[in-house]
């Protein structure tokens, strides 16, 4: 049977329902949001005279969190437009609706009865073979089937998004053993393919397998904290982006997704997992337990291990001491092992150092990991038979960078199970069987693929579904060239590979000398090129700490040959005799969005934040960034229309620094081209499908393209109404006098320069007068104020 998911009805509303709702609109599917009728009408609906017989009144409660869930930040659709797929409406009048969806997917609250109620009315509108699943997180999804026919249970199971679902990306898959092997099949396929998950196959055991170990890092974090005498911000510094985990690390995670649900679950592991060798570490200590009595439950109450406040000096962030129970100051957390490891790039580098050191950070490292390491030894095969999910769940649930098997390889098994027994803790059998045997990691790569060690055969296996993704960090044995910064690697099938490692990813010289070396080796040897990495952003621009280097010492003809190698190398992207394709991923700022624009094709993941940024340095895109934007708009224009707006338009969207909330907007911006560029919603397909069009290109006897000299700038008459339209700005202190030279200098070189009338001109005519433009502004004291300040907080300056 071909199954095809053309529309989903989601059974509650509620932050996860209609987020979930949010999702599937997003990748294009009619979605049916339901939920309950409120009981009376509220005072407003009062004074107007409505009763619960009223429309507005029986779909308040779903309409109102829809609407919450469209206008939260960050938004849970890929583009506003996305919410026209939604339906909206209630279980008593609408859930005869269900009868032309292809899946229902139930979100109500966490209460078995009520489930139960809803899969009994869901039983009587669904057809035959329509998809039944529930997103709870805490009830044994086989419970749920009881007294349901063999068609609805063949047709079940569990279906566990992460909140927010569209940026969380681990989907749950939890069959029951009445859940046909078939409907399991496709919804591991589906998710990943077109929800852009990582899809992870699940047992039905209590919290699964990511709040299962999740939760448990957290509570042993907890107890090793109090322990070794820790404080909030000291346990934060160590457990965030310096060990690859996110900026929240680990107490601002528990006051995002609540510090109520964190208790819910580590109480229900205790009280339901009686042979878990660890559950005494799931239970409450009294500092927990002190906030959650007191409703201090995070950010749903405004309040929990921190606390935003509204003083003097603005908004601050106050941290809970736990053993006076008050707010207080954030404090630094120094440890000399953290400072002296940050500079280090290199994030296996960075652990390994860390969790070498003797200060207290170190043996904060080792407690943890003897904790971590030993924890989910025993987990398999409790939770998952094959340890390659845990690692997923962990990466796509909790956002590690690195998996928990994956951490205990790089600082050495045997090291590893040293470090538990001196802890006082075990590891399960199967681990000291398998180094016996001769085999001394969790994980192995060959030729680009990746195999785990599995308990069952005692051999390794290869990681399935790999064969769908290109990670280069796999590739390594493949790498045909190299410098400090880039590699050049051999995809297979013809197909070359560029990728870069710097500080966010921005590009340099080393970079630009690997990419003119990329385009080199393939004209001579192979068939195409992909530009992609699998770095936390594809690139934040250029190197700006160089720029502001030369324009401070005032090196402007260093400054000019570095400009004029930018412009090479994105006109090289262009006119090479091989298929280029880019593969961006989430931050592509300034040089990374040049890129971009240049490529025959781009592959991009959903979650890309594309655009041109750089009059938030005080300065104009000078890597062919202007040209390609001016190029564009010349190609929009028609006969019969005013090329104004169009040229506006791009001018704009350079003039206001946009940035593209998705890829989805990029096309939206005209940074991204509809018709040619693509978009893949997984982020772990991106290079391996920007690959497959290079192929296609390839295979379609790709031509080098012909250099242009037919684009029209509108000169004077373009050029007198952008001045005024920013001279307008200024007036109105819409933007400083900075801004409106910058703004005008764009302006200048989008309308073609000083010319009389409208005139057709060159890529490199536009190329000269981006770079004259981009070189002038760098000998101005308020763009090197500008400059400086990004490079030293990160922000820009608007002087």
């Known amino acids: 049977m071909q199954r095809r998911i053309n529309k989903v009805a989601v059974l509650g509303s509620g932050v996860m329902g209609s987020r979930i709702a949010c999702h599937f609109a997003g990748v294009g599917v009619k979605v049916l949001l339901l939920d309950i009728v409120p009981k009376e009408p509220n005072d407003a609906e009062k004074a107007k005279g409505l009763t619960t017989d009223h429309p507005a009144v029986r779909n308040r409660i779903v309409n109102e969190a829809l609407q919450a869930a469209i206008k939260s930040n960050p938004s849970p659709l890929y583009t506003k437009s996305a919410a026209k797929h939604i339906t909206t409406g209630n279980f008593t009048d609408n859930m005869k609706g269900i009868a032309d969806c292809d899946w229902v997917i139930e979100v109500v609250v966490e209460n078995l009865d009520i489930k139960k109620k809803v ?4 039983e009587q509108f669904r057809k035959p073979g329509t998809l039944i699943t529930s997103n709870t997180s805490g009830i044994p999804i086989h419970l749920m089937t009881e007294g349901r026919s063999d068609d609805f249970k063949k047709h079940f199971c569990g279906t566990h998004f992460f909140n927010p679902p569209r940026y969380l990306r681990l989907l749950e898959i939890i069959p029951t053993p009445h859940t046909d092997q078939a409907v399991v099949d496709f919804l591991m396929h589906y998710g990943d393919l077109i929800l852009g998950k990582t899809t992870v196959l699940c047992k039905d055991t209590p919290a699964f397998i990511a709040n299962r170990v999740g939760v448990f890092s957290i509570m042993a974090i907890f107890h090793i904290m109090q322990q070794m005498e820790l404080g909030i911000d000291e346990v934060d510094a160590l457990t965030g982006p310096v060990i690859g985990r996110p900026k929240s690390a680990t107490f601002r995670t528990a006051d995002v997704v609540g510090i109520d649900t964190l208790v819910k679950v580590a109480k229900g592991v205790e009280e339901n997992c009686p042979e878990d060798e660890a559950r005494d570490i799931m239970k409450i200590p009294p500092f927990l337990q002190k906030v959650v009595d007191n409703n201090w439950l995070g950010d749903k109450t405004g309040q929990g291990f921190y606390k935003k406040t509204k003083g003097e000096g603005g908004k601050e962030i106050l941290t809970l001491d736990l053993k006076t129970m008050e707010y207080g100051p954030k404090q630094k957390a120094k440890f000399a092992s953290v400072e002296a490891a940050k500079p280090v790039e290199d994030l296996k580098q960075r652990i390994k150092m860390l969790a070498a050191s003797g200060d207290k950070a170190g043996q904060f490292y080792q407690h943890f990991h003897a904790r971590l390491f030993s924890y989910i030894s025993h987990r398999i095969p409790e939770i998952a038979d094959d340890l390659y999910k845990v690692d997923d769940a962990m990466k796509a649930g909790f956002g590690w960078e690195i998996g928990a098997f994956e ?23 199967w681990v000291n069987e398998m180094l016996a045997a001769g085999v001394k990691q969790f994980y192995k790569v060959e030729n680009g693929k990746k195999f785990y060690y599995d308990l069952a055969t005692k051999a390794y296996k290869p990681v399935p579904g790999a064969d769908s993704f290109i990670i280069l960090e796999n590739y390594s044995s493949n790498i045909i060239w190299k410098n400090s910064a880039a590699n050049v690697y051999d995809l297979g099938d013809g197909i070359l590979g560029l990728d870069w490692k710097t500080k966010m990813n921005s590009i340099g010289g080393e970079v ?23 770095g936390a952003n594809f690139s934040a621009g250029a190197n700006v700490a160089m720029i502001f280097m030369l324009a401070a010492e005032q090196e402007y003809d260093e400054l000019d040959m570095a400009i004029r190698l930018f412009q090479r190398s994105t006109m090289r992207i262009r006119y090479s005799s091989i298929p280029v394709i880019v593969a961006p991923h989430a931050l592509t700022l300034g040089g990374g969005c040049e890129m971009s624009l240049h490529a025959d094709k781009v592959q991009a993941a959903a979650e890309t934040y594309i655009g041109l940024v750089e009059l938030g340095v005080g300065l104009i895109p000078g890597g062919g960034g202007t040209k390609e934007l001016t190029l564009r708009a010349s190609d929009e224009y028609e006969e019969g229309r005013i090329e104004m707006p169009i040229l506006q338009e791009k001018y704009l969207t350079i003039a206001q620094a946009k940035v593209s909330t998705s890829a989805q907007e990029g096309f939206e911006l005209g940074i991204l081209r509809p018709g040619v560029d693509d978009i893949s919603y997984n982020q772990s397909r991106v290079i391996a499908d920007a690959k497959e069009k290079a192929i296609e290109l390839a295979n379609e006897g790709y031509t080098r393209p ?23 700005m200024k007036f109105g202190n819409y933007i400083s006098e900075h801004d409106a030279k910058i703004a005008q200098k764009l302006a200048y070189v989008m309308c073609g320069g000083d010319l009389s009338e409208p005139t057709l001109v060159s890529e490199q005519y536009l190329l000269d007068l981006e770079r004259e433009a981009f070189l002038s502004l760098c000998g101005e004291r308020k763009t090197l104020e500008r400059l400086q300040s990004v490079i030293k907080t990160g922000k820009p300056l608007r002087n």
């Open 512 to 534: 630009l000398e690997g990419l003119h070396k990329a385009i080199d080796l393939a004209e001579k040897d192979f068939r195409g090129l992909v530009i992609g990495n699998d």
């Open 119 to 122: 899969f009994e009315q869901v």
């Open 407 to 429: 951490t205990w390889d790089l600082l050495g098994v045997e090291a590893g199970i040293k470090n538990i027994t001196d802890k006082g803790l075990t590891v399960a059998p």
């Open 706 to 728: 012909i250099e242009r000299t037919d684009i029209k700038v509108m000169g004077r008459s373009a050029l007198g109404a952008m001045l005024a339209g920013v001279n307008g």
